[in-house]
Each structure stands twice: as C-alpha cells, then as structure tokens.
C-alpha cells in the first residue's frame, strides 16, 4: 500500500466519524478541505458529551496513529449508531471498504 493510499484511507475514516450527523455541524468549521484543525476540534471536545468526545477521539488516532480510547472503551461508551460508525471507519482505514464508497450519514 502507497502512502498516498493509506493517507486516502485515513482521511475517509476520520471524515466518516467527523461528519456523523451528531458532529457534522460542530466540526465543520474545522474540516477545511483535506486539511483539519486538529487543535480547534480537540479543544472543542470540552463542551460535548461522552461519546462525541469518544468520537473525536478515535478520529484523531486514526489520523496521527496514537492510542487514547482502549477498546472497552469503544465497547462500552458508545451508542449503536456511533458504534458502527466507528466500525465502518476501521473497515475504510483498512481498506475493507472503498474510500470513495459513498456511505450513509
């Protein structure tokens, strides 16, 4: 895998956490493009609830390759739909699904 590639897939797993319908509208302003303000939007997490937080949390692992949210975590601290959100990220971040696969919000 290139890493053009494996950028790509980065990039559509965050985005498909950022842009969940309960964060698409606070993270916006921090989505410029392919660029992301990773300090606006950790510093934002202080003013959301749990699971958005997690949310935010596992995007920005996914970008810079560091642990912060342990897997019981994942288990435990989220409902349903932000779940499989974050399943359906993993699968783009490994490939399993195509980053330009359009998926539903």
Sequence with gaps: MSGAESTTRARAAVRHLLESPTLAERCRPMLAGDEIDWA?????????????????????????????????????????????????????????????ARLAA
């Design 40 to 100: 606006a939007l950790l510093a934002e997490t202080a003013a959301m609830s749990g699971g958005e937080q997690r949310l935010v949390h596992i995007a920005h692992e996914l970008w810079a390759g560091h642990a912060y949210v342990g897997l019981s975590e994942l288990a435990r601290g989220l409902d349903r739909s932000s779940f499989e959100r974050v399943v359906t990220a993993l699968r783009l971040f490994r490939g399993d699904v195509p980053a330009t």
